[in-house]
């Protein structure tokens, strides 16, 4: 088990040939969120970081 000050300290990795890039999350943020495996979420670069924000369809007019 991880100490406590270094729970949050992730990895990025690769995935296949290297085109794309991930990055695991820890599952108690998950749960406070209450996020669903397959879940769609939006990302945004902010400054020198990114936002994860859950996503939500457009309302038709």
């Known amino acids: 088990m991880r100490k406590m000050e270094k729970q949050n300290i992730r990895k990025l990795g690769k995935t296949g ?17 209450k996020w669903r495996d397959g879940q769609k979420v939006v990302v945004a ?11 939500k369809p457009k309302k038709k007019k």
């Not at 990055?23 to 969120?33: A, D, G, K, N």
């Open 45 to 55: 670069k902010r400054g020198q970081g990114i936002l994860i924000s859950d996503w």
């Open 17 to 33: 040939k290297g085109a794309s890039v991930y990055l695991t999350l820890p599952i108690e943020i998950i749960r406070q969120l």
